[in-house]
């Protein structure tokens, strides 16, 4: 595995400040009513602080400020203090016309960008449910002709960073987006931390952070509540390469850790993680695995991912399925390394089990019984103080083997101090 002291001088040195300008957006006509659009004087207040060579664009404690899309410039830094609000518009025209930039929050080949603060950055994602369904909510479309999106998935997102370099997400809640939350598209030396993310449970499509075809990125104490996939990485057009998540607490009813769907990543580590799944409806993509990684092709016309040199250090999990490990034939995951995992296995939800999820890919559902750790089509398997503990209070129906693994599509499988219990209530 590649050294990770690069990537970590990297976002240690990089700061997307070049000037100590501090601009209110108050002094630029923001009234924070949480009631009339803001848009105008907050984007003027952003380019301001742009055209003078970049700063901080503040806003102040207590208001609330309801906009359409803001663009965020190079060298400009939000600035959200405590009891601010950043409220974003829920019509179709508070958005631009091309569905690839609704965001609430965007910035477009920006250097030097990022937003910080104690205040809450909020997509309004319950106004986007057309009906409360207890399946899977219903939501809101904006699709039409030429949209790129389909179905109910045609939403906005709430924070996106497209072709940026160096940047910098610290100290933030971020609430109730509509769709995903914090997007990353191509970037090049982000860093993530000490923010809160809450998302709807019942609203699908929460995903927590998105890392699409971006490198040398950091994840650090962030505490992601969502409904969907809490951490993505996958790519479009190109790899993901030098991730580090660490420090970070998940609760999910789909994928806590989720790698996949044709994508290319490479040299991983996700350390000092506390996750807890559940079940859900199986319309829900994603059964509670607490880690997924797979290279399986999203359809019949896309090509399998490339998926290697995965770490997972000292990784605590409560759930009620298992690890799931599936490259694909002719593109078999490659160097997975697991140490100091402790995986708790208990059902506490009324859902059924024992479905292996490969959607949207492979091979869609297939029944079977449930593994601790289910693998298949992996070349370099290497665990190291595993501990697997079964919570038995009726019976362990569903449940079948620690570990399955075909042998004839598994190579290099190493396991030291892997063990397996039952705990009775």
Same mark, same amino acid.
């Given at each position: 595995m590649a050294s990770l002291l690069p990537l970590l001088l990297l976002l240690c040195l990089q700061s997307p400040l070049t000037t100590s300008l501090t601009l209110s957006v108050a002094d630029y006509g923001a009234i924070g009513d949480g009631r009339c659009y803001d848009t105008s004087a907050i984007q003027s207040a952003i380019d301001a602080c742009a055209a003078a060579g970049g700063g901080r664009v503040v806003f102040p404690s207590g208001g609330t400020y309801l906009t359409k899309t803001l663009n965020l410039r190079s060298g400009v830094v939000l600035r959200l203090e405590r009891g601010s609000r950043i409220l974003g518009g829920t019509r179709r025209g508070d958005y631009p016309a091309e569905q690839r930039r609704w965001y609430v929050v965007l910035a477009e080949d920006a250097k030097g960008v990022g937003i910080e603060g104690e205040g809450t950055i909020d997509g309004q994602g319950g106004a986007f449910v057309e009906r409360i369904d207890g399946r899977k909510n219903v939501m809101v479309s904006w699709n039409g002709t030429g949209m790129?999106?389909?179905? &109910?998935?045609?939403?906005?997102?709430?924070?996106?960073?497209?072709?940026?370099?160096?940047?910098?997400?610290?100290?933030l809640r971020f609430v109730q987006p509509a769709y995903w939350c914090l997007h990353l598209v191509r970037c090049e030396g982000t860093t993530i931390r000490d923010v809160q993310i809450k998302g709807d449970w019942d609203t699908p499509n929460n995903d927590g952070i998105d890392v699409e075809d971006s490198n040398n990125t950091l994840i650090e104490r962030v505490r992601i509540d969502t409904g969907d996939d809490a951490i993505c990485p996958k790519s479009s057009t190109g790899p993901v390469v030098n991730l580090v998540a660490r420090d970070c607490w998940i609760r999910t009813k789909s994928s806590a850790i989720k790698l996949g769907s044709a994508s290319c990543v490479n040299n991983v580590t996700f350390s000092n993680i506390n996750i807890s799944t559940r079940y859900y409806d199986p319309s829900w993509w994603g059964r509670a695995e607490p880690i997924y990684v797979t290279t399986c092709p999203r359809d019949r016309t896309s090509k399998s991912g490339a998926i290697s040199d995965l770490l997972f250090i000292n =990784?605590?999990?409560?759930?009620?399925?298992? =690890?799931?490990?599936?490259?694909?034939?002719?593109?078999?995951?490659? &160097?997975l390394r697991f140490i100091n995992v402790n995986l708790t296995y208990k059902r506490w939800t009324n859902y059924s089990g024992g479905l292996f999820d490969y959607r949207p890919g492979c091979h869609g559902f297939v029944k079977h019984g449930t593994a601790g750790v289910m693998v298949e089509h992996v070349n370099g398997l290497v665990m190291e103080n595993v501990k697997m503990k079964w919570v038995e209070e009726n019976g362990l129906k569903g449940w079948d083997d620690p570990m399955e693994f075909r042998p004839d599509s598994v190579t290099g499988l190493a396991l030291?101090?892997?063990?397996?219990y039952v705990e009775r209530l």
């Open positions: 790129g999106c389909l179905g &109910d998935e045609c939403r906005p997102r709430l924070v996106g960073f497209v072709g940026c370099k160096g940047v910098l997400v610290s100290g =990784i605590s999990a409560m759930s009620e399925n298992g =690890i799931f490990l599936s490259g694909s034939s002719g593109a078999p995951l490659r &160097d030291n101090g892997v063990t397996s």
